[in-house]
């Protein structure tokens, strides 16, 4: 059953303010003040990559948010950076936005006009909201930094023509770290930024320019901020001084490595259960590897751990200044990735070793199928699919004002993209919209706030829980999670509470169940934009 939702506009909190000092005294004022909202997206990264989630990087502020915050073991994405954006930044289903696959590509606008339905045309549509509109509607100052990949062609389709008044980042999808230039280039309040020196880092700019917006603003307003790394994801590119932290710590491999997250895991209290982590099969052993092979894999996987680590310190910024200006108490950060870990596109990683930190390339230079596996212990899959690798992130809420009682605690309390909005509209006291874009109708919201599960731990969960992209299905029902992956006929089940990792199809044992999960998806496919569609 969905939490009811109370939303008060901000028009009327002046005088809720004032009700409520004359029942109970004026020094209770600062506590009736929306927070300010931080929302810091990082981009492939797997489960287990951060210390609090069982990770060996040193991640001591994420960590940190953690440890104040609560973390939710069952938070699930749609296994890709556009859609993920797309239902992230609306509530609702990516479908429903128009970006039911991918944004349209920087050098090909016109890649998506062709499959003819509208839950696919590559650009947030005029049915739908961001949370930025939604915000600033009710007095939020709203900003961005980062990575957009949510269509840019138009100008209509960009970040300051959907609700935020400050930008700057990459419009596309991934560019390089150090020389962000071209079609994936930066953007700047909408003009070009020339393209920076080698002493520039895309982690450390997104950052940088949040700060910069926040510490601009020249009233007490609330704020939302939407801060979008292109870390980790490809092309492996990091500082000299942070990969040097970690090359030769990768030479135990990544069978040894990934017990020992696991065990970290279980220590944590991630997992209670005994299992015996994803073990890609396709993947050789760690000593079939010759000593060169042993050496380059060390490297790559430094390199990627070293854009994990300076997401950590960067977030250490954010905390710094929240902490230097008294509104910390008074803030809530929320932290997740937008998929799993990805394994494009071999085994040890695609490109050459000297194509790492060339600040020329921003394409698929990648740590590899290998190393993702350890990434997303102790889970199967990856970026793309719907197995648990692919779909269940990392989310940390952190708000100690608010969140004091969950504060250290771990919940299993199942929810994804679309609870974030309803969420944030409900803690800001904001409404959203039947209408906008000069009338255009929005479509209702399709989520649970999870503010009761952030302040008391209550159960706010859906009934059915439902995933598509690229021909790659899924479904839940509580305990129960059916899934269908590309160019295959069968549907499978897992009962998740007992098997996480997916190991066991019990399809054929429950077939009743099997008939009302296809149903229920194919209506929800139906009456969600999903289906029919022309792409394969």
Known sequence: MKHKIHFIKLAYLPLLLLGGCLIMGCENDSRQAPPNIILILVDDMGYSDIGCYGGEIPTPNIDRLAAGGLRFTQFYNTSRCCPTRASLLTGLFQHQTGI??????????????????????????????TMAEALQQSGYHTYMTGKWHVGFHQPEHRPLQRG??????????????????????LTYMNDSLPAPDTAYYTTDAFTDYALKFIKEQKDEQPYFLYLAYNAPHWPLQAKEEDIEKFVGKYRQGWDS?????????????????????????TVRAWDDLTEQQKTESDYRMAVYAAQVYSVDYNVGKILEYLEKTATLDNTLI??????????????????????INNPSLWGAVSYGRAW?????????SYKVFPGEGGINTPLIAHWPGKIKSQAGQITDNRAYLIDLMPTFLEIAGATYPNTFHNGQSIFPLEGNSLLPVFTEGEKTEHEYMYWEHVNRNAISKGPWKALKHRNKDNWELYNLENDRLETTDLAAQYPELMEELTRKWEEWAYSHQVLPKKIE
């Not at 020992?260 to 890609?280: A, H, V």
Request: aromatic share 14%.
């Open 100 to 129: 039911g696959t991918m944004a349209a590509a920087p050098a090909n606008p016109d890649a998506f006009k062709d499959w003819g339905t509208p839950g696919y045309i590559g650009h947030l549509n005029e049915n739908c909201v």
């Open 164 to 185: 935020f008044e400050k930008y700057y980042g990459i419009l596309a999808g991934a560019s390089s770290y150090f020389k962000p230039e071209g079609l994936r280039g």
């Open 257 to 281: 490595l990934r017990m020992e997250r696991y065990r970290k895991q279980q220590k944590l209290g991630l997992f209670d259960q005994d299992w015996k982590p994803f073990r890609d099969t």
């Open 334 to 355: 929320v932290f997740l990735s937008d998929n799993g870990a990805c394994a494009e596109y071999s085994e040890l990683g695609s490109g050459k070793l000297e194509d």
């Open 372 to 380: 993702a596996n350890m990434s997303n212990t102790p889970f199967q």
